[in-house]
């Protein structure tokens, strides 16, 4: 095939294109396996493995309540104040991924690929079973160490009024409004777990930068929201029926659509509508000699 016909840039050695063959990102279609055999690896850990890893990643998610609650005690009250504080909130993130712990928001997308290849009664009923497992340990992390850092002499008065406001922040929102930033919350973490395989090397940068924008935008999130709201009811200024009703079921019904229905769905739709292998190229040439290539071997 002539090189002006098929627009490659003329004078590279073979050398040189398989170096650019290297450097090609990689197609959808390749994160989408990659992201569903993870899937389908943690559909199959035990129920004991999902519990303790998804109980300690609720515990080291309160690091992100603990993080802003120090920053905002320390930063004079202002709006260019808020804006370094949640910076604060990419620290339960970035530990619980990096650690690889059981986070319910990530598994919203990973282990619903596999069911959406597959969906069979089994794949639905390893699903249902991680994600009850996995939700249960998240939610008794954060309950538990919203208690401790409330009732061990831990910090000073200024940091536990710090941690009342952010959880009062969080119950500005109704019910519908904590539902509708739970959609945009789920579909931001599922775009960071998206990225991530395509990315490894950027993976620090790429949770910084989705959980700051979560920050900033006061978006709702089931397991670092639980650690901020029920610090509130620990202190006696709200009620367990607010919690769940008002915040947790709202945010939990968000997280999952915004993760599971819209982003896993469409990007699954997506590799469903590509038409097999992508196009090789000089594929009209399989089979013929590259007259460059002989060229290149006459003159050696």
């Known amino acids: 095939m002539d090189r002006k016909e098929d627009g490659k840039t003329p004078g590279l050695s073979a050398e040189e294109e398989r170096e650019v063959d290297k450097n090609q990102p990689p197609r959808a279609a390749v994160l989408h396996e990659t992201i569903r055999l993870q899937g389908d690896q943690e559909l199959e850990r035990s129920i ?14 309160g690091l992100s309540l603990m993080a802003m609650g120090l920053f905002n005690a320390r930063l004079p009250a202002s709006e260019a104040s ?6 604060g909130y990419s620290a339960g993130f970035l530990a619980v ?27 639905f009923g390893r699903l249902l079973r991680l994600w009850g497992v996995v939700l ?29 406001d952010i959880g009062r922040k969080v119950m500005e929102n109704s019910a519908s409004q904590m539902f509708s930033k739970g959609i945009i919350s789920g579909w931001m973490i599922a775009t960071m ?30 397991v670092v929201g639980s650690a901020e709201v029920s610090y509130l009811v620990f202190a006696g200024q709200l009620p367990w029926k607010d919690f769940w009703l008002i915040f947790a079921g709202p945010t939990l019904a968000g997280n999952i659509i915004g993760g599971s229905f819209i982003f896993a769905l469409i990007s699954h739709a997506q590799i469903r509508s590509e ?13 013929q000699p590259d007259k460059h290539k002989n060229e290149e071997i006459k003159r050696g």
């Open 48 to 61: 004991a493995a999902l519990w303790w890893s998804a109980l300690a990643a609720g515990l080291t998610m």
């Open 82 to 87: 808020k804006v370094i504080a949640s910076l």
């Open 97 to 123: 991924i990096l650690a690889r712990q059981q986070l319910f928001t990530e598994n919203t997308l990973t282990a619903v690929l596999p069911v959406m290849t597959k969906p069979t009664l089994g794949n």
């Open 136 to 164: 249960v340990g998240n939610l008794t992390g954060t309950l538990l160490v919203a208690y401790v850092m409330l009732h061990l002499p831990i910090f000073d008065a200024k940091t536990d009024a710090a941690f009342l």
């Open 193 to 222: 777990v998206w990225m991530i395989p395509s990315m490894e090397s950027a993976k620090i940068w790429i949770i910084i930068l989705i959980t700051y924008l979560m920050a900033l935008g006061d978006f709702t999130h089931i």
């Open 275 to 287: 038409s097999g292998p992508p196009k090789q190229q000089g594929s009209k040439d399989r089979g």
